[in-house]
């Protein structure tokens, strides 16, 4: 039996009433998500920036009387990958709300009975199970690649969690697919530009160079990008044949929006990584990144790779008595 990682999510909450307010914040301590708040003139800025969402609990009276659909439809404009939670007075259905609405909401609620989101949260956000000893393996490669990578630097990670959103993050990413019999998708790496400049002029990688270009920070990435792929590999994909057919679907990119898409409304696994100077100088550099397993998964099948004998005979592990 696999074991299923403890994984949170940040959910934005747009709510007037604080009595309510407080009813949903322990909805969500009980149910994995952590809520963030914004102000009603900042909430379009908020959802077009990087922040990391995995759904909305929005007030039907937010801004207005009809301020809660009125607001929907910006949002849906903007992110129509999140799903909304509408919270109504009086009822907990969308019956009444005009038909061309009602495919901007995933589900409506009142506060009395805001438990009835449970079922509704897991399925939306939390629907694919992510094994312990994956979530767990993963930060421990990929922490492992950038101090390798990286001279004299602090790498910290933060605790894994789930998005639903398509945004890139930076100016600078990388991707590459991951295919077993248990999984088949992509991995993507994400960061800022100017800060991996700055690493690299200050001689914290290990490029030497006179005048750095973007080429050089395309390697430094697509360097960490390779170990962590191949460790990965090398822990959790077996070398055996993939069953079955090898379908594929389009990848969209579009930059001027930052949005990415690969055809599915799987919700995606983060992980954000921080790494500062061990000097306590110099800017900090955030990497995220992000597994969506778009075309198979099959988390039952999941095992770690046991080390074979004769492998830690060839590296030179183990030799004989």
Known sequence: MVEKAELVSKVLVLEESQDCALRIKAFCDANNLVGVKAHLENVMGVLKSNV?????????????????????????EVRPELPVFLRRQGTDDLDDIPEQDRSLFCQAYSIDNIDKLGPVVNETIFSLVYPNALVRGITEITKAALESQFKDMDVTSEAPYIVRDRIIYGELFTLIPLESNWCRGYMM??????PLVRFVESGKTHITTDMVNFRDINHVLGEVTNLVWGSFKNRFIAYEPIEGRASQVPIIVNHLHRYISFGSEDPQLCFKYTLSDKSGEGPNLVLYQRFVFNLSWSPDKFKENEALVEDLFDSGELELF
Request: charged fraction near 25%; hydrophobic fraction near 35%; aromatic fraction near 6%.
């Open 52 to 76: 990391d969402l995995g759904a909305i609990f929005l007030c039907e009276g937010y801004g207005g009387a009809d301020g809660g659909v009125t607001l929907a439809r910006e949002i849906h």
């Open 189 to 194: 790496l994400q960061t800022e530009e100017q």
